[in-house]
């Protein structure tokens, strides 16, 4: 790929930049270096010629000096004619001439002269002493041998003096020369270590540039490479990219073209966007009331027919259509029905809990989606009932159209459904026919599809308003069942509710007391089946046959829940006298763990009074021998379901044996219930329960007839 051009002067620039100043700065530093290396070179240089001419005149001098004394020699011997000495003697005095003029070089030498040492006045003063004296003596030598001989002596003192000079003068240049050439190689490591600094800055400084724009480079590739992925991630008609817009505006060149192109396909992205978005709006929204349409729904709905089928709760598919829509469009034109629509759309969205979903799905038609909590049919359906019902209501009421008010009400369909794996087209249709059905029936009515659940709901609407009715026609009685003991004495009754229906004949109270418990009558019912007990005990307890007996009352969850419940049973004690030791209440599992320290303390309240604690249908619940120890008991009651099957099932015979292990183990009384033969009995005995309930024993019946029964014993 060919560099761009931005990208090559940001990373080029200020690299050449710094490698043309470190390039100046090492030549500067190179050719001081050079200057500094010839300067101390020709010091050198010069250094080394001083020396060197000091070693020569030194050789000379004494070369000369070999032959004064050879020739004076030679002269006091004879040997030598006038002319050959005068030859010698001139040849000496020039030589001695040439000699002195390297004395005087030597002298005027710059080493000497910054050694200044009176060496070299002293070189001076004895070479011109000897050489005067030798030339005296060679002069003299033909004439006077012995005066010759006299000066030369004295020559050689100068000689010597001048040896001695001559050699101080070299120790002091050789000292001189080490010291400059150290001096030298001193300068030179300096050069070398400033030349390595300043490199080493120049290399630091193109280091910190060459990372400096390298951070620039890749934070703007970072930036780039996030707004890409913004754009691959985002799904919304809104991208904002502000970092790009700043790239495209700051910079030059490559950066500014990517961010234009990007910014550019953002634009093009959101356009896009937008119009998927406006096409899903008019496939699956109404545009009248801005509510989902029926395709919505529909998907909707499947997706919840298949979640449904994991999560075991119910759907409720409410079908809504407003009553008398038609004459409003056709009295009041168009326009009025479409502002009618909004408003009840509007209205509707207030009536929903969150989670439901609201569709129009036609022209004056909504549906709503709502998912239930309940898991049982009956349970669900009478919630869905409960939901339609406040809808219905809630959008009976006076609009407003147009100045004029006009009275609307709704009619609904309902088709409740959880584990079906039908589509979503037949749970419409299915809706829409139960909104026919609720039409048919009349305006602001409510139709659920499934004829049963209807007929369901219907029975239980009526029983709940004829219950309420029950309590004051006193059309509820009570039936004793006896209880028995080991030796099938009676021991007491459990008061048993019955519903003596006018037309329906006893009701059981299997049928009626979820319904009473629903609609809260449980509370005064299950207050008279405890003052009823009371006042019968109170009866009793002067009769010497009876006033051993208890009685059993059974007692439900939302009344035993009651805040006031203790101070109701004792305010009823009191009233009626009844002795509290002869009452025994009756209490299921789950009543009792739901809030077991609420509980544990309303029965220490009540035993505090003298009533007994029995808990029923033992077994088919939760309770572990844990729960158990904590409670204050004095009867657990075998499931009737456990005794139906004692003597074919070995499991229940495991159930049970444990059952009466746990009370002997508490010391806690254990009764069977549901005894309809002699094997359960004989089985139940030889297992260690000596109390009984049951058909074999005794059926529940009224008053009257428990008393006609407890007679016979007293016989006995
Ligand atoms: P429960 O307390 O477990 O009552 C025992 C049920 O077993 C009674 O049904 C009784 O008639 C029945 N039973 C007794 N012996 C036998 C037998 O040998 N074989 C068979 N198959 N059944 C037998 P019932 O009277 O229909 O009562 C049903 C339930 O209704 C009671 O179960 C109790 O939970 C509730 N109930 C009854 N009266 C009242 C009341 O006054 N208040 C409250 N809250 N619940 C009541
Ligand atoms: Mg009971
Ligand atoms: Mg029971």
């Not at 050719?31 to 500094?36: I, R």
């Not at 307890?541 to 208890?550: A, D, F, I």
């Amino acid at each position: 790929m060919r560099a761009g051009k931005t990208v090559l002067l940001m990373f080029l620039l200020p690299a050449i930049a710094v490698l043309l100043i470190s390039f100046a700065i090492g030549l500067a530093s190179l050719k001081s270096l050079k200057n500094q290396y010839l300067i101390s070179s020709d010091i050198q240089a010069e250094d080394l010629q001083t020396l060197h001419q000091e070693a020569t005149f030194k050789r000379d001098i004494s070369e000369v000096h070999d032959r004064v004394s050879d020739t004076l020699d030679k002269a006091r011997n004879r040997a030598l004619s006038d002319i050959a000495l005068y030859r010698l003697h001139a040849q000496l005095v020039d030589d001695l001439a040439q000699v002195e003029q390297q004395v005087e070089q030597l002298a005027d030498s710059n080493l000497l002269r910054e050694v200044n040492h009176n060496s070299v006045d002293g070189l001076r003063s004895s070479f011109s002493d000897y050489r005067r004296l030798v030339i005296m003596a060679t002069e003299i030598a033909a004439i006077d041998p012995s005066t010759a001989n006299r000066f030369f002596t004295e020559a050689q003192h100068s000689f010597n003096q001048f040896s001695i000079y001559s050699g101080r003068i070299a120790m002091l240049l050789t000292d001189r020369t080490m010291q400059r050439e150290r001096e030298a190689r001193s300068r030179h490591e300096a050069s070398f270590v400033q030349i390595f600094v300043f490199s080493l800055m120049a290399a630091s400084l193109l280091f910190i540039a060459v990372l400096v724009i390298a951070i620039r480079v890749s934070g703007r590739v970072r930036d780039i490479a996030d707004a890409l992925s913004e754009l691959s991630y985002n799904t919304q008609a809104e991208i904002r990219l502000p970092k790009m817009e700043k790239l495209q505006e700051s910079s030059a060149g490559e950066f500014s073209r990517i961010a234009s192109v990007i910014l550019g396909f953002r634009d093009d992205m959101v356009r896009r966007i937008q119009a998927e978005e406006e096409n899903h709006r008019l496939t699956f929204y109404d545009p009248l009331t801005g509510l989902p349409n029926r395709r919505f729904l529909q998907e909707q709905l499947q997706y919840s027919v298949t979640s449904s089928s994991r999560v075991k709760n119910y759907y409720a598919l409410l079908w809504l259509d407003l009553d008398r829509f038609k004459m409003l469009n056709d009295v009041r034109g168009h326009q009025a029905g479409d502002l009618l629509l909004q408003q009840v759309a509007k209205h509707l969205r207030h009536l929903l809990r969150e989670g439901d979903l609201l569709a129009r799905v036609g022209g004056d038609e909504f549906a709503i989606l709502c998912e239930l909590p309940q898991t049982r049919q009956s349970d669900a359906a009478k919630e869905a009932e409960r939901i339609a019902f406040r809808i219905c209501s809630g959008m009976s009421k006076e609009y407003d159209i147009e100045g004029y008010s006009h009275y609307m009400s709704a009619s609904m369909g309902i088709v409740l459904f959880a584990d079906i794996r039908m589509g979503a087209d037949t749970l419409l249709s299915q809706a829409e026919v139960a909104k026919y059905q609720a039409k048919s029936t009349g305006p602001g009515t409510v139709s659920f599809y499934d004829a049963s659940i209807q007929a369901q709901i219907n029975r239980m609407a009526e029983l709940e308003t004829e219950l309420r009715s029950a309590i004051e026609n006193e059309q509820l009685i009570l039936h004793y069942q006896l209880q028995f003991n080991q030796q099938g004495q009676p021991t007491g009754a459990e008061i048993l509710l019955r519903w003596q229906h006018p037309e329906k004949g006893l009701i059981s109270p299997l049928d009626f007391i979820p319904l009473a418990e629903e609609s809260g009558l449980i509370i005064p019912i299950g207050k008279w089946v405890i003052e009823s007990a009371c006042k019968l005990l109170a009866r009793w307890q002067s009769q010497s046959q009876l006033n051993h007996l208890q009685l059993a009352v059974n007692v439900s969850a939302k009344q035993f829940r009651q805040e006031n419940f203790v101070e109701m049973v004792s305010n009823l004690l009191q009233q009626t006298g009844a002795p509290a030791e002869r009452l025994k209440l009756e209490l299921t599992e789950s009543v009792l763990l739901e809030n077991i320290e609420q509980a544990i303390s309303k029965m220490n309240s009540l035993r505090a009074l003298g009533l007994a604690f029995s808990m029923d249908d033992f077994g088919t619940g939760y309770s572990s021998l844990q729960y158990l120890k904590r409670l204050p008991l004095d009867q657990i009651k075998i499931d009737q379901s456990f005794v139906r099957d004692i003597v074919t099932d070995p499991e229940d015979t495991i159930i049970i044996q444990t059952i009466i292990a746990m009370g002997q183990a508490l010391s806690i009384e254990v009764i069977a219930e549901g005894v309809e033969t002699e094997e359960q009995r004989q089985l139940l005995a030889a297992y260690g329960c000596h109390r009984y309930q049951g058909y074999l024993f005794a059926r529940p019946v009224p008053l009257s007839e428990c008393l006609e029964s407890l007679k016979g014993f007293h016989k006995h």
